[in-house]
């Protein structure tokens, strides 16, 4: 058999067309991930070689009341901010599910945040926003006068500048909800209206059922996201103040790659696998809560 017969077999064009991606996936995640995991192990502080200490690195994460702090302030992060973002994404998709003229202009807009809002330039633009000289209180100054200089940043409200910021970027799950309500079968609808069914009753009893499965999907997608946000909290408010917005993979880079003395690389990397357990163990929930709430056809 030649070179050329052999190359051109399918399953052998196969393997090569997929080479780039196994090559990244190797180098890039498998043989990270498996390093990061024996560094979990390990005293190490990137430029002295690693020493083995067992479990140490795991027990004393469990005694770092910072560790306690960020885990706090980022499951209410994902408990609040996810759910308002898939509703949001779903009133919008319903919004503009109608076929217009100016409804791709619409759709396009609503999908440029997701884009670009993770970008350190839109991180920089909330943070101004939001400041007290800010574009926020400049506006609500006309209307509110008293609340003209309002601290968007206290101890209370910062963690919500951020939270407004995830709900701002729901634009892709708005498209997967635009996507499931065109699947819905419109002969449904008419049913439902030769029942008397006025157009509330056709989302409870039609709409909602069916999206159901594309509403799990979108939550399962944007809680894994929240609980790995880091932009956001690194460059508007950088975990301040007093903590209130320390995001847990933050707090990870600020033990891997601190400001001032030693790096914990080590320690940076057991907190990152007991972040990849919650976030199984959350995603574990989830599905197991799915047969009680989504509809299956």
């Avoid at 024996?38 to 430029?47: A, M, P, R, T, W």
């Avoid at 409870?204 to 929240?226: D, H, K």
């Avoid at 007991?274 to 599905?287: E, H, K, R, Y």
Wanted: some cysteine.
């Amino acid at each position: 058999m030649s070179f050329r017969q052999w190359f051109g077999q399918e399953h052998v064009a196969g393997y090569v067309f997929s080479l780039p991606f196994i090559f990244g996936f190797l180098m890039f995640m498998l043989i990270p991930m498996i390093m990061s995991l024996y560094f979990s192990f390990c005293k190490y502080d990137i430029q002295n070689p690693a020493t083995f200490i067992g479990l140490k690195n795991y027990i004393n994460i469990f005694h770092d009341k910072a560790f306690w702090k960020a885990l706090r302030v980022t499951c209410y992060y994902a408990l609040i901010g996810t759910p308002l973002k898939v509703i949001f994404a779903l009133i919008v998709a319903l919004i503009l599910s109608r076929n217009t003229l100016v409804t791709p202009i619409y759709r396009a807009s609503y999908y440029l945040p997701s884009i670009i809002g993770g970008s350190v330039a839109v991180a920089i633009l909330w943070r101004r926003l939001f400041e007290p000289t800010g574009t926020i209180n400049a506006i609500l100054g006309i209307f509110f006068p008293g609340i003209k200089n309002f601290n968007w940043f206290g101890e209370s409200t910062a963690i919500w500048v951020l939270i407004i910021l995830t709900v701002w970027q729901f634009g892709s799950s708005m498209l997967i909800f635009l996507s499931a309500l065109k699947q819905i079968n419109r002969e449904l609808y008419e049913a439902a209206m030769v029942d008397g069914a006025n157009k509330w009753k056709q989302f409870w009893r039609v709409t909602l059922p069916l999206l159901t499965p594309t509403i799990f999907f979108n939550l399962v997608q944007q809680t894994i996201n929240s609980f790995l946000a880091f932009t956001q909290s690194k460059l508007i408010t950088d975990g301040q103040p007093k903590d209130s917005t320390l995001f847990y993979t933050l707090y990870v880079y600020r033990k891997a790659f601190p400001s001032m003395g030693k790096s914990q690389m080590g320690y940076a990397s057991a907190l990152a696998w007991i972040m990849l357990v919650i976030i199984s163990l959350v995603t574990a929930l989830l599905f197991w809560s799915r047969s009680k709430w989504v509809y299956e056809d």
